[in-house]
């Protein structure tokens, strides 16, 4: 089991930053795939970034490459989801999910692929 936790999630203008956080429990970041979505009022779930274990570089929804960067910190046992130059359509709900599986790239954008969820943390984006 894995137990996933955000936090970081607020209100920002448009062309600011947040950065959001989200704590493991129940398995080290080393041994999960990771992947950060995102959720609108009366849209669907969207892909934001996705990092493997067997692969040292995330990849990026194309909506965000160039803004958002991944990392983790596997002494903390957190992921982080810095977010730049934000836009007003990046107001959503984000949610943190990982699997114990190893995902080949195809399938890390599939929600579907993810067990575990935390919450959702909401940012919004607005003047």
């Known amino acids: 089991q894995v137990q996933l936790v955000e936090s970081g999630g607020g209100w920002v203008q448009p062309g600011g930053s947040l950065r959001l956080s989200c704590a493991a429990s129940?398995?080290?970041?080393?041994?999960?795939?990771m992947a950060w979505f995102r959720q609108a009022p009366g849209k669907e779930r969207e892909f934001v970034v996705a990092?493997?274990?067997?692969?040292?570089?995330?990849n990026y929804g194309n909506s965000v490459k160039g803004r958002f960067t991944f990392s983790r910190d596997n002494a903390k046992n957190t992921a982080y989801l810095q977010m730049n130059s934000l836009l007003s359509e990046d107001t959503a709900v984000y949610y943190c999910?990982?699997?114990?599986?190893?995902?080949?790239?195809?399938?890390?954008?599939?929600?579907?692929?993810?067990?575990?969820w935390g919450q959702g943390t909401q940012v919004t984006v607005s003047s």
């Open positions: 129940g398995r080290t970041l080393r041994s999960i795939d």
């Open positions: 999910a990982a699997t114990t599986r190893g995902l080949i790239l195809s399938s890390t954008t599939d929600a579907n692929q993810y067990d575990y």
């Open positions: 990092s493997r274990r067997s692969s040292g570089m995330p």
